[in-house]
Nanobody, 126 residues
Framework: QVQLVESGGGLVQAGGSLRLSCAAS????????MGWFRQAPGKEREFAAR????????YYSDSVKGRFTISRDNAKNTVYLQMNSLKPEDTAVYYC???????????????????WGQGTQVTVSS
């Protein structure tokens, strides 16, 4: 089992920044690809970003590309999501997720991920 705990959410004005953190425990962190997803009220869970086990490969959805940066520190068992130039449409609950790195699965599909955190609320005011 992998336990994931997100933190860093909050209320921010449009154009502002936030950094989310996700602390992992329970298994070898570097065995997992990590992803960030988000879910707005009444909408499906949406892929935002993903980082491979080493941190050398990242991938973003078109909606966050150029504004968000995913990174990880394997020594600290933590993955981050730096969010800049925030927009009201970024308002959502943000979840981190872990996918076993040897499994060949679509990185943008929530069903591909094995473990999930409880989520952290991000609210962007206009």
């Amino acid at each position: 089992q992998v336990q994931l705990v997100e933190s860093g959410g909050g209320l921010v004005q449009a154009g502002g920044s936030l950094r989310l953190s996700c602390a992992a425990s329970g298994r070898t962190f570097s065995d997992y690809t990590m992803g960030w997803f988000r879910q707005a009220p009444g909408k499906e869970r949406e892929f935002a970003a993903r980082i491979n086990w080493s941190g050398r490969s990242t991938y973003y959805s078109d909606s966050v590309k150029g504004r968000f940066t995913i990174s990880r520190d394997n020594a600290k068992n933590t993955v981050y999501l730096q969010m800049n130039s925030l927009k009201p449409e970024d308002t959502a609950v943000y979840y981190c997720a872990a996918q076993y790195r040897f499994a060949v699965r679509p990185v943008g599909d929530p069903r591909s991920y094995d473990y999930w955190g409880q989520g952290t609320q991000v609210t962007v005011s206009s």
